[in-house]
Each structure stands twice: as structure tokens, then as C-alpha cells.
């Protein structure tokens, strides 16, 4: 997926909440002069377990990370009526000032980063909303390009701004799903809800388990604080030129129309395997990550319901496995990462990890012991600079809240609401 936007060392303490909302205030002082009116934010987020199975009708189970795009905005006083009335932003991460169209005709335009905005612009505009003239800064801890979804951040932050701006209040799925079409319209990026379900609707210290079908979503407690959840950036990105998950996305359907199910969510291993000489061992191969995926997403969120974190790491290594063998969406980078997690092992505190995301670069996504996550997250980056030459990018998190509205008083000890109360 593409990723818009991101401000610099997330590795800082400054990326916690209430600094990044106070570094977007000061900028906004900076390159408009005076105070924001309005200062709201929207997280990132990582995928646990449940890779490549959205497309397929099937489970995820993401969380929101304490990394989030703010966006602190002022009206434009007085403006003066014009046909064309318009926003200006300016994107920290891109260092650059860029205007949005608050009236029709609203099109796509030439800077990547403005599309993302102008698309949730335009959706809103679609419903009715007047959209007053004003002028916003964003900033962000979210990291850019691992995918942890930095795009839905900034998506679902600008829908919650014109939500405060205009005086409305989205119900939270119809705000996901106006942020998803924003992005297959303005960015040309068709992904799946579970980015903007995520940004839009996770709450503290829980999972949420979405049903990528019905939509429906199910919260799965993760209250025990002695288990963090640490990312870790390979930094690397492959370029890939064959189309491969579109390729992948024809296998899945081929596999189903061979199965006679509308889609491989309905399948089930045994009816794979009954099934295996009217398949092409790839296709064949590419069916059985998906619907061994989608089984071990929902064993996943009952054993994460009970406590079982040994059945968690399990389950977290075999998806990997799959993802590399079967799905081969991983690279030797992410295998590397999970490797160096599974030597340190359950007595180092490790209890599972795998990549998450699309693949081919970007993050792995590991469940840790609170007292060891210091001395993994150095023993990890010692050991993958050591083979690669690379320096990783490691931090421990915590399941976080979706949107929220931040008070212009929003103190160290943090003070705002969740977007839609």
C-alpha cells in the first residue's frame, strides 16, 4: 500500500501522543501564525496475524499502535466568497504547503500525498457537507513505507477534522468505508477495509477481530500488560515488476472457482486436498495459506481470549512458514528478522513472530515479554545489521485507541475524547 506520510525517528520518545499533538501545534505557529481551533489524530496500525486473507473474505486480527497522524487546523477568518474555495495543508513529513478543493469539481491531482486528503475531501462533499475555508498542518509519528498504514492514518484524521469542522458525526463503519473509497479513487491504491476499520474503530488494549466479509467486528481483550507487541522495520522494500499480488489474487479466485466456493473463505482443507490433482501445485500452494490462515486467525484470537500465549507463538511461526513457503510473499530479510527471534527464543521472552503486512520488505511483528523487550529489540538489531549491513527499525507498542479528538488543552496527561462522543 501506498504510505503518504510520516514525520522523522519514531525510535524517539517523542512519538508519543501528547508530544506529537504539541509538535503539531507549534507548527502550525509556525507556518500560519496564531493557535489551532482544532487538533485531532488517527493511529497506524499492525496486523497480528491474518495476512493476505482479507481479499478472500476472510478474518484479520489488527490492533491501532501508539503512532498517530495529527492534524491541527484554524479556520480561515473571514474568508472572503470565491467559486473555488480551498484548504491549504502543510505536510511535515514532505516539508511542503499544498491546496485541497472544498467544492466541486474535486479531482485527483499530481502530489501523492494531497490525494489521500482531497479523496476524503470529496466523499464528504458527496454527503451534503459545507466545507469552510481553513488551514491545517500534519504531523506524524506513523512510520512511512513498512506498512503500518500511514495512508489510513492520515485518511481517517482528515475525515475526523471535517466531522469536528462542519459539525457532523459519521457512524464509525460508514467512516471507514468513505476513507477506503477515498483511497481506491484519489490514490489509485484498491485496498482492503481493514486499515481504515482499524484507524477508525480500535480501542485500547484490545484486538479487533474483523470479519472482512460482513464487516462485522468482534473486540478480543489484550489486557496483559506483561506482553508487548514490538515491530520491527527491516527497512527494506523490494521492487517487484511481475504484478504479484494481483497474480496472487488470481490464483485465490482460480482456486475457488476449482472448489466451487465464491470465495476461499467457504473452503476447507479437506475439500483442498480432495481437490489437489485439478490444481496446479502453485495455485494449489496459494489456497492453502489462505484457508489455513483464516483458521489460524480465529485460533489465534481464542487463544489470545484465554491466555494461551504459548498457542499464540505457534501460531504466529507457522504463519510465517506459510507466508514464505506457500503464499511466498516474504523475502530474506523478514525471514532473517523472524529467525533471530525464534533462536532468542520462549526463555528470552520471545513468544512469537512473523512479517506482517503485504510482504516482500517492510515489518515483522513480535510478541514479547514486557522485562525482555529491551534486550530483544537490541540482540535483534545487532544480529540483522551484523548479516545485512542494515540498520532496523525496533519499537514496542501497545493496542491503542482509534480517531480521537484532542482538547486544545491536551496536557502530558492526556486529555482528549474519542472521535464520534
Known sequence: MSQPCCSPDTSQPAHDLPAVVGQARELFHQEFGGVPRWVVAAPGRVNLIGEHTDYNGGFVLPMAIDRYTVIAAAPVEAPRPTADQQAEFFSSGFGARAPVRLQP?????PVTWVNYVQG????CVALGWRIPPFRAVIHSSVPLGGGL??????????ATLLEVLCGQSLPPIEKALLCQRAEH??????CGIMDQFSSV????DMLMLLDCRSQHVQMVPFVDHDVQVVIANSNVKHELTGGEYAQRRRECEQAAGILRVPVLRDATLARLEAAREQLDAVVFRRARHVIGEIERTLTAARALAGGDWQHVGELMYASHVSLQQDYEVSCAELDL???????IGWD????????TGGGFGGCTVSLVRAPAVARFAAELTRRYRECTSIEPTVFATRPSRGALICSEQLTEAGSARPAGT
Open 105 to 109: 469539481p474535486l479531482e485527483r491531482g
Open 120 to 123: 476524503v475531501v470529496a466523499g
Open 149 to 158: 498504514s500511514s495512508s489510513a492514518a492520515l485518511e481517517v484524521a482528515t
Open 185 to 190: 479513487v484519489f490514490a489509485g491504491v484498491p
Open 201 to 204: 474503530l480500535c480501542r485500547e
Open 337 to 343: 528478522l523472524v529467525e533471530i527471534a525464534r533462536s
Open 348 to 355: 528470552g521472552g520471545v513468544i512469537g513472530s512473523r512479517m
